[in-house]
């Protein structure tokens, strides 16, 4: 980077930590710590809600993901406007009008203390996962603009983050998402002008993603069913619509979000915001990735987009073997570029001609950059070059965008989306960790372990939860990096856990003959019908996007059974009290 880029990151980063430190209130009491006195704006809590997951993860993973695999990623979102329609009228006024401070808080009122307290363990195992999948995006790309060790870049973000949580609470969390919206929305517009502007002057938009569709990389909407397939119309709009019903309505850093707002009406418009907004956001995302799909028709790409593990294979005893490949690598893509402009200019028996042309220069290209994964995980062991997703190898996809942006943008806007990265994961990863430390501390800690503490000590205990997860976030980033495509890391996770979430609270608002013994063995049966599905080996092949309604069928089905024999204690005052 240069002095340019320099001055923008830190200008932005140091605006951006002083301006939400300067808007918290009350942040030495826990409502204000946690709920931020339920004062914040519909906006303002809607944009933290979107900020939450376009975080740079969204920015490196998904990128990434569509230079890959082009626009079906768009599919997993078909559920989105549906969840959160049917969480503004279910789970939502439950939450807002019973005072709560965590979503697991309602389930000890509806069912028992276990419930509520293995709930809130499973967001918080499922939860660390995934924040460390969020750290380590930006990661990738620092280790890949300073050549430093993927460790110390990891320190590096959790660290700060970490104290910045501490200090500031929810208050400052969401103010500093409404400004990393503006930012990364702003640098996302810049960079798909920047890759336009990139292709040759003789090729139109309109001409590029007519060569993107020759290439797969236009196709939106697939209606083929599937199971093991996970970007489908139908794994998004049943699978996606109970990941998102899980995620938004039954995950502690989604509720939090919404019980911060001014009233039940704005908690409502909050998430409706998502609803409408979020789809559109996505597509800008995908077509960035997209066109630089197309960018690197037109120019050079490199073999392998991870220029550490190229080093170790060109400094190794194959290096030879490796400098053949790019000699052929070279071949293969002058011979796609040029067909590439053939189809972009010709029409008719010409254009169909020059179309399989490209489709077979396409397919030279992955066939070459299969055997040089193959080479890389052969020399160097490392994970996730023995699997691709379109010709790019699954551990190659995260470093795709962070390529792009340090070699080919200029100064000052290389700075600008630097930054908007970097604020994004530090603003993500501090509603994580506001989100893991309440409920660490109101559903264990003050619930179990030290009831009845003054609030300055379970302050203090909050802060030493933060540090907590924060540490166990940045152990699990250094190995998230090396599982495929971030964004696909973060969901598989989320997946293995929500289901079951979602199941428990459909017993609680669903069924009033539920009760609490029912609801914590549905839970664990669960949850451990998921692991099998995820892991077994006659089943793994099925798309973590249908772990989700397995995991909610599974805790209700055995949920129900388990309460028609089993009477819990306490049950009579359960059934008066059920929804």
């Not at 790019?326 to 029409?347: D, G, I, K, N, W």
């Not at 490392?382 to 962070?402: C, E, Q, R």
């Amino acid at each position: 980077m240069r002095l340019l880029d320099w001055l923008v990151v830190v200008a932005y980063l140091v605006w951006i930590v002083v301006d939400g430190l300067r808007r918290t209130k009350a942040a030495n009491e826990i409502e204000g710590y946690f709920l931020a006195n339920r004062s914040l704006p519909w906006w303002a809590v809607g944009l933290s809600v979107m900020a939450t997951q376009l975080s740079a993860i969204t920015l490196v993973g998904t990128t990434g993901q569509a230079y890959a695999d082009g626009m079906r990623f768009i599919q997993f979102y078909f559920g989105l406007p549906i969840a959160m329609v049917l969480l503004s009228v279910t789970l939502v006024p439950f939450f807002y009008k019973s005072g709560v401070y965590t979503a697991y808080e309602y389930l000890e009122r509806r069912f028992d203390a276990r419930t509520r307290t293995a709930a809130s363990l499973l967001f918080l195992c499922g939860r660390s996962m995934s924040t460390g999948a969020i750290i380590s995006a930006p990661a990738v790309i620092l280790s890949v603009i300073f050549h430093w060790n993927l460790t110390l870049t990891i320190l590096a973000i959790g660290a700060p983050t970490i104290l910045y949580t501490m200090l500031g609470g929810v208050q400052a969390v969401t103010w500093t998402d409404v400004k990393q919206m503006a930012i990364v929305v702003g640098g996302l517009v810049c960079a798909v002008i920047a890759l336009i502007l990139g292709l040759p002057s003789e090729v139109g938009v309109g001409q590029a993603l007519h060569i993107a569709g020759a290439a797969g990389r236009a196709t939106t909407i697939d209606f083929q069913f599937d199971p093991k397939q996970t970007y489908t119309f139908w794994s998004g709009l049943v699978g996606g619509l109970f990941l998102h019903l899980s995620y938004f309505g039954c995950d502690q850093s989604q509720v939090q979000r919404y019980l911060t707002a001014k009233s039940l009406k704005q908690a409502r418009h909050s998430l409706l915001m998502s609803a409408f907004v979020k789809i559109p956001l996505q597509v800008l995302v995908l077509l960035v990735g997209v066109f630089m799909f197309l960018y690197y028709v037109f120019h050079q790409p490199p073999m392998l987009f991870n220029a550490a593990y190229s080093q170790q294979v060109a400094h190794s005893s194959r290096a030879q073997d490796y400098q053949q490949l790019e000699v052929e690598f070279a071949s293969a893509f002058e011979a796609r570029r040029r067909a590439a402009m053939t189809m972009a200019e010709a029409s008719g028996a010409e254009g169909a001609s020059a179309r399989a042309q490209f489709r077979e220069a396409t397919a030279d290209v992955e066939r070459i950059r299969a055997r040089a994964a193959a080479l890389v995980s052969e020399v160097t062991s490392a994970p996730g070059y023995t699997d691709s997703v379109g010709d790019t190898p699954k551990a190659d996809v995260n470093y795709v965008f962070p390529t792009f942006v340090t070699t080919r943008l200029p100064p000052g806007l290389v700075g600008l989306i630097i930054a908007a990265i970097f604020a994004a994961a530090m603003s993500a990863t501090a509603g994580e960790l506001s989100a893991t430390a309440s409920a660490t501390i109101i559903d264990i800690y003050r619930r179990l372990l030290r009831p009845g503490q003054t609030d300055a000590h379970y302050l203090m205990a909050s802060r030493v939860a933060t540090a907590f997860w924060g540490t166990v976030a940045c152990v699990v980033a250094h190995f998230a990096v090396q599982l495929g495509s971030l964004i696909e890391v973060v969901n598989r996770f989320g997946s293995i856990f929500y289901g079951s979430l979602l199941g428990v609270f459909v017993l609680a608002l669903g069924f009033k003959r539920a009760n609490g013994t029912g609801a914590f063995v549905g839970l664990i049966a669960g949850l451990t019908s998921v692991l099998v599905f995820a892991f077994h080996p006659r089943t793994r092949s099925i798309s973590y996007l249908w772990h989700n309604p397995i995991g909610v069928a599974v805790v209700v089905i055995v949920g129900l059974i388990v309460s028609a024999f089993v009477t819990a204690p306490g049950s009579q005052r359960e059934t008066r009290t059920g929804i």
